[in-house]
C-alpha cells in the first residue's frame, strides 16, 4: 500500500521559515517523481514543485521561486520542502503526490497544514 | 496554461447524468487529467490521459476531449459521487489545476 505521511506544518510569523517533510512507504521511492501541491482554505488546488526520481530535474511554481527548496533522501525515503520567506498567502495545507506517467498525481498524503500569520 | 472550468456548481439529483467541462488557455493535447475531492479529504486521481481511469474508479466515470475542450461525464450520479472535481494539465511547467465544479445534491 502507498503511503504518503506529511509532517512540519504550524504556526509561523510571516518572514519565517519551515521544513515539510514527507515519509513514503509502499513504492520504488529511488525511481518516483514526487510533488507537493498546496490547497489554501477553501480554495482550489495549486502545484507548488515537482523533483524527479534523481533530483537531477526540479521545477518549482512562480510563486514560490527563489523561496522554497525540495530535496530528498534517498537513505529515509523522505521527501522535503524547505520553505523561507513565508508570506500570509502560502497559508494552505501542502500535499506529498506521487508523480504518475507524464505528469498526473496519483496518490496523495493525509496533507499538513500552514499558517502563516503574526 | 490556464484552465477553467463549468459549470461552477451543478445541482443534481442521484442516478442523473452529470457532464463537466474543461477548457484550457492553449491547447494540452491529451495531457488532461480529473480528480475528485470530498470535504476533509485529499484529492484523488480518476481520469489521466484524457479518458483512462485510473486503478479502483468505477465505469461510470468517463472522459473525453482533446486539444483544449475537454469533458467528464457520469452517467448516473451515485451519493458519494457529490463532491468537488478538479481539470488539470501536464502538458507544460508548471503544472496547473482547473478552478473546480461543485458537484452538490439537489
Known amino acids: 500500500e502507498v503511503l504518503l505521511v506529511e509532517s512540519g506544518g504550524g504556526l509561523v510569523q510571516p518572514g519565517g521559515s519551515l521544513r515539510l517533510s514527507c515519509a513514503a512507504s509502499g513504492f520504488s521511492f529511488s525511481n518516483s517523481g514526487l510533488n507537493w501541491v498546496r490547497q489554501a482554505p477553501g480554495k482550489g488546488l495549486e502545484w507548488v514543485s515537482f523533483?524527479?526520481?534523481?533530483?537531477?530535474?526540479?521545477y518549482y511554481a512562480d510563486s514560490v521561486k527563489g523561496r522554497f527548496t525540495i530535496s530528498r533522501d534517498m537513505s529515509k525515503n523522505t521527501l522535503f520542502l524547505q520553505m523561507n520567506s513565508l508570506r500570509a498567502e502560502d497559508t494552505a495545507i501542502y500535499y506529498c503526490?506521487?508523480?504518475?506517467?507524464?505528469?498526473?498525481?496519483?496518490?496523495w498524503g493525509q496533507g499538513t497544514l500552514v499558517t502563516v500569520s503574526s | 496554461i490556464v484552465l477553467t472550468q463549468s459549470p461552477a456548481t451543478l445541482s443534481l439529483s442521484p442516478g442523473e447524468r452529470a457532464t463537466l467541462s474543461c477548457r484550457a488557455s492553449q491547447s494540452v493535447s491529451s495531457y488532461l487529467a480529473w480528480y475528485q475531492q470530498k470535504p476533509g479529504q485529499a484529492p484523488r486521481l480518476l481520469i489521466y490521459?484524457?479518458?483512462n481511469r485510473a486503478t479502483g474508479i468505477p465505469a461510470r466515470f468517463s472522459g473525453s476531449g482533446s486539444g483544449t475542450d475537454f469533458t467528464l461525464t457520469i452517467s448516473s450520479l451515485e451519493p458519494e459521487d457529490f463532491a468537488v472535481y478538479y481539470c488539470?494539465?501536464?502538458?507544460?511547467?508548471?503544472?496547473?489545476f482547473g478552478p473546480g465544479t461543485k458537484v452538490d445534491i439537489k
Open positions: 488539470q494539465q501536464c502538458s507544460n511547467w508548471p503544472r496547473t
Open positions: 523533483t524527479s526520481a534523481s533530483g537531477a530535474s526540479i
Open positions: 490521459e484524457v479518458s
Open positions: 503526490v506521487k508523480h504518475f506517467q507524464w505528469g498526473y498525481f496519483d496518490f
